[in-house]
């Protein structure tokens, strides 16, 4: 999932002793690794979320934070598109709660050929990547085919 996103950083092995997992290097074709006895599938896709955060492929985004604090994550992201989408963004958009100006982002970052996903990790944090927008489907199938929940913003 991780070869999804651009801006992949170079290849290290990423151990989450907290979790037991053992992320691959990014773009690598290897499966994440649970080490402890009756870990389940969740802390692995957790894991995966906390992993693609420290490449900076991932914002965990707080839904009580304003539109300001939203866009100044997202522009953090290794995996940005080179157009920038935020000329796109109205002055309206700024006003929006969080999850309206986020389904107001995912429209402008489409609009450059780059999309924003929403990685369900069962928190009330929403861990949000950028991708290309013609692979949005194949990050929500292999989220699906794992068990998980991927969904683009501003579909």
């Known amino acids: 999932m991780a070869g999804l996103l651009r801006g992949a950083g170079p290849?290290?092995?990423?151990?989450?002793?907290?979790?037991?997992?053992?992320i691959p290097p990014l773009g690598s074709r290897s499966r994440i690794h649970t080490a402890g006895r009756g870990r389940?599938?969740?802390?692995?896709?957790?894991a995966l979320a906390d992993a693609l955060a420290e490449y900076q492929l991932l914002a965990e985004l707080d839904w009580k934070k304003d539109s300001d604090e939203i866009r100044s994550q997202l522009r953090g992201l290794a995996s940005r598109p080179s157009v920038d989408p935020w000329v796109l963004v109205e002055a309206d958009d700024m006003l929006l709660p969080a999850h309206e100006f986020l389904?107001?982002?995912?429209?402008?970052?489409?609009?450059?050929?780059?999309?924003?996903a929403v990685l369900d990790i069962e928190s009330d944090c929403c861990p949000v990547v950028c991708l290309r927008a013609a692979r949005v489907e194949e990050l929500t199938a292999l989220a699906a085919r794992a068990g998980f929940t991927a969904r683009g913003c501003g579909v």
């Not at 290849?11 to 053992?22: A, F, H, N």
């Not at 389940?40 to 957790?46: D, E, Q, S």
């Open 11 to 22: 290849g290290v092995l990423i151990t989450l002793p907290e979790s037991g997992c053992r």
């Open 40 to 46: 389940t599938a969740a802390l692995a896709w957790i």
């Open 103 to 116: 389904e107001a982002c995912g429209r402008c970052f489409r609009d450059v050929g780059a999309a924003l």
